[in-house]
Every structure is written in C-alpha cells, then in structure tokens.
C-alpha cells in the first residue's frame, strides 16, 4: 500500500499536536510539517539563562482543561507538571496597588463583606454593581461586546477598575471589541441560567481541584523542564520538519512554498498564525477571518538579585488602562513558579502594548525595557535588572471580536467543501494551549477519517 503523505502548516502548538495525533492515529502516514520560522514552538518559547528559566510566550495553562493534561501524560512528561502558586490579586488604580476583593472572579463580585469594604470602587459604583441582582437579561442571542454585557450588568465602574484590567491583560484587547460569546461563553450560559452574574457566579464557583488543596495553590499548570519540552517532544514524532519555509499557496493535494517548490499531499492542515488563512486559502471566509483584529505586544522578562524587587503576597498585578502607565500587568514569576528563578533571585514578566496603542513594541529592546522599569518603579521599588528578554508579537495576537463565532462558522463550513483542506489553530476555537491541543485533536480525527476513506477506496478500485 502506497504512503499517504500529510502535510501541516504551522509549528506552533497547534500544528505539533495535530501531527502528533495523525502520527498517532494512521501511524503509516508521513506527516511533514512545514514551518515559516528558523523554530518549532511559535508562541510557545523557552529561554534558559544563568539558572533562570523564561516563558517567552504562555508561562502554564488553566488546570481544569483536561486535554493538554492528558497529553502530557501520553508524552511521560507528567512527573515535570507543576501547579502555580496563588496569593492576593492586585491592580493598579488611582495610584496605588489595591487588593482585589477576595472571592471575586475575573472581576465579578461573589462575595458581599471584601466587595463592600474594598477601596476599588466607589459606593455609588458598589450600588450600581449591585443592581445586577435586579436587572433582567442582558445576552438576547445575538452576540455584543464585553464591555456591553459587563457596563449593562454591573456598571461603567466596575468594568473600569476591576474588569477591564483584567480581561485586558489576558486577552490584550479592547472590551469595546471583544465578542461575549467568543471570549467568555461561560457568562452567556451563567447569565441564562441564574440572570444575575453575582449570584450566578457565586453557585458556580470551582470547587478545590484535586491535588490543589493546599493554601497558595493556583489554577495553573505548567512543566518545570519548560514548555518547549513539549514542543520538542511533539516534534520527534514527526517524520520530517522543515524550517525557514513559508508556505504561499494550498490548493487540494499540494501546496506551494516561497521557494518556488511544490509539496503534494493527500491531507493538508493549516495551523498558521490568523493572518495567513485568507492569502494561503483565498476564499471569502477565510479572508473575513483572516482580517478580524489583531494585536501587537511584547514581553519583557527582567532577571533581579532578590532584595531589589519588592515583590506583595501574590503573584502580581494588572494595571487600569486609565493609569496611562506603558506596561499593561507585571508577573512576579518566581512567585507564581518558583521554580523559574535560581536560590537568591527572582524573575518579572511585564507585558507591554496596548490593542490602542502598541507603538511601544516598534522600538529597540533597550527602550522597552527602560520604559518598563520606569513603570514598574512607579508602582514600587525595583533595582536594576541582572539581564532582560524582549519577545514581540507583531500583529500576532488573534483577536475575537463581535460575530467572531459566526465567522468561524462560515469558515468551516467552506472549508468543509474543499477536499483533504483542514485548518486548526488559535484563531478559531480558543486561545488557550489546552483549547489549541483540543482544536488539533479533533482535526487529526477528521484528517485520520479521511485517509482511511481514500485508502478504502484505493482498495476497492
Ligand atoms: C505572551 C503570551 C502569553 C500567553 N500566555 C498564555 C498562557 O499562559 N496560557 C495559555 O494557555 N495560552 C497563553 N497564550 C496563548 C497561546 O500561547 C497561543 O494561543 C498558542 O500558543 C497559539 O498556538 P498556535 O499553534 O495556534 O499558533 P502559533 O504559536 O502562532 O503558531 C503558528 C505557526 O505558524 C507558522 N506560520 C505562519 N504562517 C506560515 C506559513 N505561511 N508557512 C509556514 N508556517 C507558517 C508561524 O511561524 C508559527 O510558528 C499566550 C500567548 C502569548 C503570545
């Protein structure tokens, strides 16, 4: 039997794990992956320096997803899984850091005595907040904005300085843009069943995970080796990975590379960063996909001697956009991940570029840095650092705005007409690396299912 030859674009998690799945499922498929970089990863980079060990990229994943967890498992990689520690959340407003209200999540208030006494909100804003208990349903099954959903619900000041915050520093983009049933669907289904996001929220609070028991543990795990452990481990079941190749045109059964060569297959997946689906596919949908928003930001690592950071009891804090500040969230890294700092040191993440104004990112890595440490030194008292990594990601960042589930849709139900095309990624159903490791499993299935379609047919010709 002759073969068959699958081709994924893309060596980000994404494109990894589907090849690592198809290798899986149809062990006698060659599976070449194709990738535009000098590297395998994409967003997904390790830098290891002087005992300190830098996520450039995601520093861990949310625990309660199970599919990365299990895939860590397959790789034997579940004796280097590490759960991050927790302590006070903080953000920066009106000058000064303050304590999140305990038993609030992602901004939304569950508990009533931290939420009455926090300094975060005025009593007018802690009235209006209030009002959520009252008001009738926001969400009518047509998708709007978060920041529509959250000012409708709980108020303009609470979205302000709680909210916001928040949600920016963990998606990088504008509420104002940013689609409720897209981002955050789990607040379309809290806010059906119970109405109110407070009450809501307060019955659907996670119980303590398993293993996550002890104080400080937090909701996320990660691989003390490092995440591009990972990566490279998904990489070794590749049977041939070709880098510095940029993929230019896909049509069924081949593509083209900027090298003029042509790659036939009988199974070709995208996995590519957003940009790239409309110039590689070229129909409609994937154009529309193809130009949603996306963001431009950059990380700024910083190495310190211990006593010259003054790190609170947390894990660090966000900053209000109206602080005018040019970094967005600072991570005490050390503190989420000890073991990321060697004995005596301790190591910050700081993120800069906002979806309003990401000029900051455009300049030189020494600039960044000095214009971070001026931010963080307004906040508290930072020394200078031992050594700093800058990583950019230039209009990189997908972006889910209003609609952006429906595009998906139409996407899909294009590409579901074009033979032997699949597409996975970041773009389409999740951010996150367990949504992308979800994203390409289910892909290598219908990948899997088509190849033995086409060698039944071979068979019985
Ligand atoms: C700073 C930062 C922090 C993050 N933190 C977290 C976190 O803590 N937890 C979490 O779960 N997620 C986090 N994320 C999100 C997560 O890392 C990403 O969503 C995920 O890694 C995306 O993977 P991907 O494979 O879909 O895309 P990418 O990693 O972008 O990979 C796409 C690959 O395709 C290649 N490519 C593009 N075009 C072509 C072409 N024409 N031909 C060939 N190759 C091409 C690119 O070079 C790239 O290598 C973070 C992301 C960033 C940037």
Known sequence: MTEQQVI???AGISGLAAAYYVKK???????ILLEASER?????KTVRRDGFLIECGPDGYMARKPTLTELIKELDLEDKLVRSNTGTSYIYVRNRLRKMPKGSFMGIPTKMMPMVTTDLISPFGKLRAAMDLFIPRVYKDKDISLEEFFSRRLGSELVTNMIEPLLSGIYNGKLSD???EATLPQFVSVEKKYRSLILGMKQIQPPKQAGASKKNQGRFLTLSCGLDVLTEKLASFVDDIRLNVSVTHVEPGKVALDNGAVIEGEAILLATSPKQLGPLL???????????KRTTTATVAMAFEKGSVEAMDGTGYVISRKEGLDITACSWMDRKWPHTAPEGCSLIRTYVGK????GIVQEEDDTIVSKALASLRKIGKVGNPLFSVVTRQIDNMPQYTVNHNQRVQAFEKALDRIPGIYACGAILHGVGL??????AKKVAEQIATYLKGKQKAMITK
């Open 8 to 10: 994924v674009i893309g």
């Open 25 to 31: 499922q149809q062990p006698r498929a060659n599976v």
């Open 40 to 44: 395998i990863g994409g967003k997904v």
């Open 178 to 180: 940013m689609s409720l």
């Open 282 to 292: 070229d129909f409609r949908e994937a154009w529309d996909l193809a130009r949603d």
């Open 355 to 358: 979806a309003e104004d990401d």
């Open 434 to 439: 367990p949504d992308c490791v979800d994203g």
